[in-house]
């Protein structure tokens, strides 16, 4: 029986986000997303509200949105860390409605990568996405939601399955239409994606989960298949360019 897969391509801004050579020019950025929609994605995560001074490669953002064309039935989301990303974001699309339809944010399900990322719990990011969240859908945004390190931590080591569940749960319950299942370490095994996945199962409906992973190498392979043919979980979200 035929099965759909869908792309979510967040190499423009997860992947991106990491050269660190030097700024990549917006023309670049805009010619990229362009390519990646006339390939036939339809979904495209275009960058990020973000700190420039913690990610100045996404600092050019707003001009990547004004820049960029637009196809019919293409969704171009943008990261938002906290309520000062969205703020940012929701005072760009008065100014230009239209840019996007669409927001991401992400937690973690370790406290030890949640520090190193977000600077706080993942209990404390929870509650601070909570008001992002509500004020995004009253704005007619979609959310998604993403749950890093669920296979394994570099700063906590094996990851508590229990808690990616928990954390998926909180997402949706908040009005996240997706969570994203983030593999972002590159080194699930194809025993612990299907332990971590049959765990998530008990508190979040297959439909409503994707898989994300960083790097496409050997250990992400069967990472896709596990989400695939044995979850029928059929949104892959990836960036080769990590």
Known sequence: MKQDVRIVEVGPRDGLQNEKAAIIPVEVKVELIN?????????????????????????????????????????????????????????????????????????????????????????????????????????????????????????????????????????IDMGCYEVSLGETVGKGRPHQVAEMIEEVKKGVPVHLLAGHVSRLGLHSLPFIQNCFSSFMIHTAQVSPMC
Request: hydrophobic share 40%.
């Open 35 to 171: 390519r990646l929609t006339r390939a036939g994605v339809t979904t495209v995560e275009a960058g990020s509200f973000v700190s420039p001074k913690w990610v100045p490669q996404m600092a050019d953002t707003a001009e990547v949105l004004k820049r960029m064309t637009r196809h019919p039935g293409v969704h171009y989301p943008v990261l938002v860390p906290n309520q000062r990303g969205l703020d940012d974001l929701l005072g760009l699309l008065d100014a230009h409605p239209g840019l996007t339809d669409e927001v991401a944010v992400f937690t973690a399900a370790s406290d030890g990568f949640a520090r190193a990322n977000l600077n706080c719990t993942v209990r404390e990011s929870l509650e601070r996405l909570e008001g992002v969240v509500r004020v995004a859908r009253e704005r007619g945004l979609r959310v998604r939601g993403y749950v890093s390190v669920v296979i394994e931590c570099p700063y906590s080591g094996r990851t508590d399955y229990g808690k990616v569940r928990e954390v998926a749960r909180e997402l």
